[in-house]
Structure formats: structure tokens, C-alpha cells
């Protein structure tokens, strides 16, 4: 009884954990070059409505995946045109988008409501799935639960050991350092933060292609802004931000459990731990040395122009 | 004949309400080093980030090899072969010296080799002589350091046209020494150097030809056996500059300030202040000689209470207590920080707010902190930037667009105008021209005559010498000696700047 309680809130905290997980992975990428877009909930749900809207017409899973991105992307081309080309308040901007994305997908959604479409299937996983308890957990989940896996460690691997990842992290601490190098510090920026977009529409597609096979308006209930809240509780760091997904998306299905089970936490205040924690974390690298180490990238938020001195 | 490596021809650049660069002809021949000087706000500053596409210019053309060069970005100028050290540093401060190399190099393709950045990284500092480890983070680095890593940068990329400006501002005479034999080696391997200072025995020292520059034009180009230190200080300033200042004999009065057995950390953890005694007389200027990194920055802190401390400080025999700034203002202590854009000024505000910074929160002034009308600040904002010569467009002006010397004057003139009473002042002519220099010196001799106590923190013995009445000698975060400040006793305070020899109280 109590091991299928907690292999069911294992799974669940992948599966609720995944969407989150790419929307902070995209969130990542942008703030690291520097642009700070607090429009994720806003894309993540044209991501999920766009989605959806595809695959039901073309019951083609992997083109609404592509189309809930691109759809994204272009919402986060508008925040990249706005806060780099004409250097606007970021998070006017940000909110703005948030609006914006509800507002069009609860507006063009609703001939979706309530209908059904195709969905994303587990696939098990030859070998690995058969590792006693966690295989099932771990190996025996839908395609973009592996896809999840393999980002956050691909997008690591970019930041710290490649040239381009070298190139993102520069631009986000010291526009002017960068440029002085010859690195084209909007192009950079335009790159990532419309990268960020696309990576928040898949954590969309995620929600109305995986893990429902439905449209509901508003369906992201606040993912975006735990996106926004995990980037900080990970230190901009991608490997981070998949535990700390995980554990958010456990925390939200242990508030399912707990009510079942009758444990007398209420809902309510499981809901505010994942912003607990990351006010524990900014505690623990509020020290000037962490937070040359660990803290946000120096120029986030900050418009660069090159004849501007800082 | 030696070729035109760099030509610059009638280059104009207007900003608001200014004309930093009016109809400037320049040329840079192959193998020389080009020294620009020039009052703060001349435009040096200015041509450069023209040559390195930093700034655009509004007229004029760039050749390059005699050939016309259309320098739109840094990008294009590193592929013309020019690399530049700007005057505040360019680096990312949590990357490792290899990485700030290895930015935007393009012989990686997709990953930066870092290990062989390392290898190439320590043949260079053999080569050139230039100490510093490539795996330190660029924020752990002494501002000596940093600009070691900034000419490494350029060595690295075969920069065959360097501009380095103010690379000597920050330096101590000894690590001046080090970058002028690095330049000549440089040299000797085909670069060329336009080199811009404000010390005018560097200038004659290290170039072979020497530009003065003056409210945007170029007044003349000299060899360097044609000019002579008066010579160029005349046609900087457009008049005769005396930089021995009259001094009359000391009145020394009660003790000012005391400090007693201080112990201070550096940002990076270990103690930077070691037991530190040391006293401050009304009316005489005490100068701290020393090594930078032997904890100059730290003592001027904590004495100003930015920075934690154990021990005593006592200012008119009131103990004090660390980190409480507002006590110190309230006992009439002016500031003069080494760090002028982080600490002293507020990049984003007008120029007259940032004269005014101070009265904000002391007691001096008419100023009621609750009906603050910014206008009524104006007037007496004038008569500073006259009384300080600040070469502005407008008052109004962020303070960030300022020229690096005219930013000084600004910190300068804030801090001294309040008549105070204990002066903390930390390389106070850094990167002010000749002319500025001696005005503020005039301005600390004054202050001692009126009864102020001073305590000097320089980098340039020449400065402690002009000023103090005494000369104390720092060394790892101690007082090791006091000598008398004159040139005859340079070498006993080169030895105690060394470490070598052991206490003479005096
Ligand atoms: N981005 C900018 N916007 C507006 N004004 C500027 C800007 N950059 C420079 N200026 C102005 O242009 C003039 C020339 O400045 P510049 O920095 O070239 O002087 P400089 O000769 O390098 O002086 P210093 O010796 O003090 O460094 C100054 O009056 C300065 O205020
Ligand atoms: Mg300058």
C-alpha cells in the first residue's frame, strides 16, 4: 500500500516536474544573456493551447509539439524586440506578455474546450524500465520525460564547456566585456531569450498534450511564475533546476496525496513551500562571495547600448 | 620612412552639447609608441573607442594599412588587428583569467580549449613578464592584476595596433616599470602603441611621439626630443603649471584622529589591516606610502566606516564605532574613495545631484530634508563646477558621460566643499591632468592651512613628497616606519615599502 504511494508520487513528481522544467530551462537561457522575461506563464499557455490546437486538427503529436514552440517563440520575440531593440522596462514588459498570452489562448481556445484529443503514451524503455523500483518511475514515461532528461544536462554542457555557452554567460555578466570582444551582444541576446520562448511553449505543450489530452483555459495555474521562482532557487544552473523541478512537481502532487490520506497539512500551505525554499536558497547566497559565485547574472534585467556608459 | 599603420583623418564626434573630437588628424606609424595627452575631457577617450569602434563617428575616415577601414563594431576593429585597454576595464568578473582570453577568440570553433589558453597564457607572462594565474577569478584580482589580464588579452589575439588608455592611472611606479619594459617588447615585435597618460615623465619616457589634445583638437605632434615636461604641460593647459606647490611650515594642533591596534579584512577573507596604530594631527597632512594591496583601500574604509573593524578609532577623542558612516560626516570627514564609479558618484543621476550627495545627510547646509527643491541646488552647483573647472555640457548631465577626470573633480569637489575638518583622501589625482592635479593640490594644502587634518593614501611617492608633512610607511596591513618627505630619504622608504626594514618609530 504505502510503496504504490510513493512510486504514484515519484511518477507524478516527474510528470508534473517535466513541464516546469523546460519552462526554467528556457528561463535559464534568457535571463543568462541578461533579459529577464517574466512572461512564462504567458507563453507556456499559447504553448499549450497552440499545442493542442494542432494536434487535435492533425492528431500529429510531434508537430504540435513544434508548433507550441514556435508559437511561444514569436510571443517571445515581441519581449526580445521591446526590452533589446527599443530597451523598455523588462518587467513591464514581461507582465505584459503574461496578459497578453492568456488573453489570446482563452480567447481562440474556446471552441477547444472540453474536447478531447490524442496524447502522448508511455514507452517503456528496454532494460532500463526493469530496475527494480526505479525503473518504472524513471523508464517508463512518456517521450518528453526523456526529452526533459537529456536537456537540462545538454543545455549544462552548453553553458560551462562550449564556446556559445562561454559567449551566453559573458553577455548576461558584462555586456560591454563582451562586445569589447567582438560578440554581438543583442544578436546574443535576441538568440536566448526567443530560445527561452520556444523551451516555456514546450513546458505548455507539455500540459495539453502529456499530461492531459485537453485544453482547459487557463491550464498552467501559476507553472510560469514557479518557472520564474525555480531559476533563482537553482543559481541559473540547468542541472539544479531539474532537481529542484522534480521536487516541485512531488511537492504538488503530495498535495494531492495528503488530502487522499486525510494528513492534516493543508493544501494551501504545501502550495507556498516551493517559494519557501527559494527563500532559503537566496538566504544561503545573499553573502557578497556567493553571490559573485552563484547569484543572478550582473547585467539581468539591464538594457545594453553600446555608446551608454554604465 | 616608416608606413602609416593607422591613419586618422578629420574625425568628428559630437555629443550633446559638446564637441568631443573636432576635425582630428592622427597617424600611427609602424613600431612607434604614440603617446596622447591632454586635459580630462580633451577627447581622448573618445578617438579611441572611435578607432575601436565603440563610439561612431560622425565625420571623417579611418585607414588602416592605407587602406580605408569602415570600423562599425569592436568586432571589425579586432579583425583590422587593433586591440584596446579601455580606461575602465573590461572583463567578466566571475570568469577565470583564461576565460576572459578565450572570450571571442576565433580559433576555437565550439569549445574553448582552455588548457591550452593556460599553456600559452604562462609562455606569454614569461615572455613579457607579466605575473598572474590563469586560473584566478577576475573579482579576486588586484586592480594591478586586471590589467595585466587586459594586456594579456591583446597579446594573445597579435593585436598589431594597441591602444592603451590610461593603462599607467591605476599602477604603482613599480608595476608602471613592468608595463613600460612589456610595451617595448611589444614593440620590438612589430605592434604599435598609442598610449594615452596623464603623467607626463611616462609620456617622455616610454613614446617616441607625443600628441596634445585640447578641448577636441589636436594642438600639436612633437618627438619626444623636442618636448619636455613644460613644454607639454603648456600645450595641454595653454599655460605655465607649477606642480611644486608653496607649503608653509606645519601648525600642527590637537590630535584629529587615532587609531588604535585595528585589525580590518579584505573582501577575499584574511586580514588586510594587521594591528594598525597610527595618529592624525590638526593641520598636517600624514602621507601613507606603500605597495599597493598592502591594505590602502582597507584602512581608508574602515577609518570611513564602510568596513568592519576591530580596534580603536577615535576622531576629536570620540571612540567611534564601526560601520557608521553618518557619525563620521556629522565630525566633518571627507572621503575621496580610490573607486570613483562605484563608491563616490551615482552613474544614472545629474551631475548637480551628485555635488550634493553628502548634504543629504550631514548637518551642513541650509537643507531641509523635507521640502528638498533639487533647482535651489543649481546656483551653488555653478559655482562648483567653476570653482573645479569640470569641462560639462550641462548640469543635468548623468555624471556617467563624464570624462574619467572630470568624474574625480566632481567626488573632489563634493567632499571638499563642506570645509571638513579630517580629510581621508585615497589617490586623489588619479587620472587628472596636470593642470587639475595641481589645483587640487593647491585645494589639500589649503585645507591643512585652515586646520584640517589629512591623511594621504597615494601611489606615487612624487605626490606623498609635494604634500606631506610626514610620510608613514605601510606594509601588510601595518605601519612599519615614519621618515621625513623628501627625496633624500626615497631609499629608506623604498626598503620599508619592501618590507625590508623593521620598525623606527617617529
Ligand atoms: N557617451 C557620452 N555621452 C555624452 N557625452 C560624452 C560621452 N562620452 C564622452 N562624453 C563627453 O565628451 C568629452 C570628452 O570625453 P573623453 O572621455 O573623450 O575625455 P578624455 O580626454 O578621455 O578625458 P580623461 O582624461 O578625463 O579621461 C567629455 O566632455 C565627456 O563628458
Ligand atoms: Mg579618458
Redesign the pocket.
Known amino acids: 500500500m504505502s510503496h504504490d504511494i510513493l512510486t504514484s508520487t515519484f511518477a507524478g513528481a516527474i510528470r508534473s516536474g517535466t513541464p516546469l522544467l523546460f519552462a526554467t530551462l528556457g528561463e535559464i537561457l534568457a535571463e543568462r544573456s541578461g533579459i529577464l522575461n517574466l512572461g512564462v506563464e504567458g507563453m507556456m499557455l499559447i504553448g499549450a493551447f497552440t499545442g493542442f490546437a494542432v494536434s487535435y486538427t492533425t492528431s500529429n503529436l510531434w508537430l504540435a509539439v513544434v508548433a507550441a514552440m514556435g508559437a511561444a517563440a514569436i510571443l517571445a520575440s515581441l519581449h526580445a524586440f521591446v526590452s533589446i531593440t527599443l530597451k523598455v522596462n523588462q518587467v513591464v514588459s514581461g507582465l505584459a506578455l503574461v496578459f497578453l498570452g492568456a488573453g489570446l489562448s482563452g480567447f481562440w481556445g474556446q471552441r477547444f474546450v472540453g474536447i478531447q484529443s490524442v496524447s502522448f503514451v508511455n514507452v517503456k524503455i528496454p532494460l532500463l524500465a526493469e530496475i527494480p523500483f526505479v525503473g518504472n518511475i524513471l523508464f517508463n514515461r512518456d517521450p518528453l520525460v526523456y526529452v526533459g532528461y537529456v536537456l537540462a544536462p545538454f543545455i549544462w554542457w552548453y553553458l560551462y564547456k562550449t564556446k556559445y555557452g562561454m559567449n551566453l554567460r559573458a553577455v548576461g555578466e558584462a555586456p560591454g566585456a563582451a562586445d569589447a570582444r567582438g560578440i554581438n551582444v543583442s544578436l546574443t541576446r535576441y538568440i536566448y531569450t526567443i530560445m527561452g520562448g520556444a523551451l516555456a511553449g514546450l513546458g505548455g505543450a507539455y500540459l495539453s498534450l502529456a499530461y492531459t489530452s485537453m485544453w482547459v483555459e487557463n491550464m498552467t495555474a501559476g507553472r510560469g511564475w514557479i518557472a520564474v521562482v525555480l531559476v533563482i532557487f537553482a543559481i541559473w544552473d540547468p542541472l539544479l533546476a531539474m532537481l529542484g523541478a522534480y521536487l516541485f512537481g512531488g511537492i504538488s502532487v503530495l498535495q494531492f496525496g495528503l488530502q487522499v490520506t486525510q494528513t492534516p497539512i493543508p493544501p494551501n500551505i504545501m502550495k507556498m513551500f516551493p517559494y519557501l525554499f527559494t527563500v532559503l536558497v537566496m538566504l544561503f547566497t545573499s553573502s557578497e562571495k556567493m553571490k559573485k559565485r552563484f547569484g543572478a547574472p550582473s547585467a539581468l534585467g539591464v538594457p545594453y547600448s553600446r555608446?551608454?556608459?554604465t | 620612412m616608416s608606413e602609416n599603420v593607422l591613419e586618422l583623418s578629420n574625425i568628428v564626434k559630437r555629443?550633446?552639447g559638446?564637441l568631443?573630437n573636432d576635425h582630428v588628424n592622427l597617424t600611427l606609424k609602424k613600431g612607434e609608441v604614440h603617446a596622447l595627452l591632454?586635459e580630462?575631457?580633451?577627447?581622448?577617450?573618445?578617438l579611441m573607442n572611435i578607432i575601436y569602434g565603440i563610439y561612431k563617428a560622425d565625420e571623417g575616415e579611418i585607414y588602416v594599412n592605407g587602406q580605408r577601414a569602415n570600423i562599425t563594431s569592436p568586432h571589425k576593429a579586432i579583425e583590422y588587428g587593433i586591440g584596446m585597454i579601455q580606461?575602465h576595464f573590461s572583463l567578466v568578473p566571475s570568469f577565470s583569467v583564461a576565460e576572459n582570453v578565450a572570450l571571442g577568440l576565433k580559433e576555437f570553433h565550439l569549445f574553448p580549449r582552455i588548457d591550452v589558453i593556460k599553456k600559452r597564457l604562462r609562455e606569454l607572462s614569461k615572455k613579457f613578464g607579466l605575473d598572474v594565474k590563469p586560473e584566478s577569478r577576475i573579482w579576486q584580482l588586484s586592480a594591478g592584476e586586471q590589467q595585466r589580464v587586459e594586456i594579456l588579452k591583446l597579446l594573445y589575439m597579435n593585436s598589431q595596433i594597441m591602444i592603451l588608455d590610461?593603462p599607467t592611472a591605476i599602477l604603482t611606479p613599480q608595476e608602471a616599470e613592468g608595463l613600460f619594459k612589456t610595451i617595448k617588447e611589444m614593440v620590438k615585435y612589430g605592434a604599435s602603441v598609442i598610449f594615452i597618460s596623464?603623467k607626463l615623465k611616462e609620456v617622455l619616457e616610454i613614446s617616441d611621439r607625443i600628441t596634445v589634445m585640447r578641448h577636441g583638437k589636436v594642438v600639436d605632434t612633437l618627438l619626444r626630443e623636442e618636448a619636455d615636461e613644460k613644454i607639454l604641460a603648456r600645450k595641454m593647459v595653454g599655460r605655465d603649471v607649477v606642480l611644486r606647490v608653496e607649503k608653509s611650515p606645519p601648525k600642527t594642533g590637537d590630535l584629529k584622529l587615532s587609531v588604535k591596534n585595528l585589525y580590518s579584512r579584505s573582501d577575499k577573507g584574511p586580514f588586510a589591516i594587521n594591528g594598525l596604530s597610527l595618529e592624525v594631527r590638526k593641520g598636517e597632512i600624514l602621507g601613507i606610502a606603500g605597495v599597493a594591496g598592502n591594505g590602502q583601500r582597507e584602512l581608508a574604509e574602515s577609518i570611513y566606516g564602510l568596513r568592519d573593524y576591530t580596534g580603536e578609532i577615535e576622531i576629536d577623542g570620540t571612540m567611534l564605532k564601526p560601520l557608521d558612516v553618518h557619525s563620521r560626516i556629522n565630525h566633518g570627514v571627507a572621503y575621496v574613495p580610490q573607486d570613483r564609479k562605484g563608491v563616490a558618484l551615482c552613474g544614472n543621476l545629474p551631475l548637480y545631484y551628485n555635488l550634493f550627495l553628502k548634504i543629504f545627510t550631514s548637518k551642513q547646509g541650509d537643507f531641509n530634508p523635507y521640502l528638498f527643491n533639487p533647482i535651489s541646488l543649481k546656483k551653488p552647483a555653478e559655482a562648483l563646477v567653476k570653482e573645479y573647472d569640470v569641462?560639462?555640457s550641462s548640469l543635468d548631465l548623468s555624471v556617467k558621460?563624464?570624462?574619467?577626470?572630470?568624474m574625480q573633480k566632481i567626488v573632489l569637489a563634493r567632499e571638499l566643499t563642506l570645509n571638513p575638518e579630517l580629510i581621508i583622501a585615497v589617490h586623489p589625482t588619479r587620472?587628472l591632468?596636470v593642470g587639475a592635479m595641481e589645483s587640487v593640490y593647491k585645494i589639500l594644502i589649503k585645507a591643512r592651512e585652515n586646520g584640517a587634518a589629512v591623511l594621504l593614501i597615494a601611489g606615487d611617492l612624487e605626490e606623498i613628497f609635494t604634500l606631506s608633512d610626514r610620510v608613514a610607511v605601510l606594509y601588510e596591513g601595518r605601519i612599519v616606519g615614519y621618515s621625513e618627505p623628501d627625496e633624500e630619504h626615497l631609499e629608506e622608504i623604498g626598503l620599508m615599502m619592501a618590507g625590508i626594514k623593521k620598525e623606527r618609530v617617529g
Do not use: M, V, W
Open positions: 555608446e551608454e556608459k | 555629443f550633446p559638446i568631443a591632454g580630462n575631457g580633451a577627447g581622448k577617450s573618445t580606461q590610461e596623464h569641462a560639462t558621460y563624464l570624462s574619467g577626470g572630470n587620472g591632468d
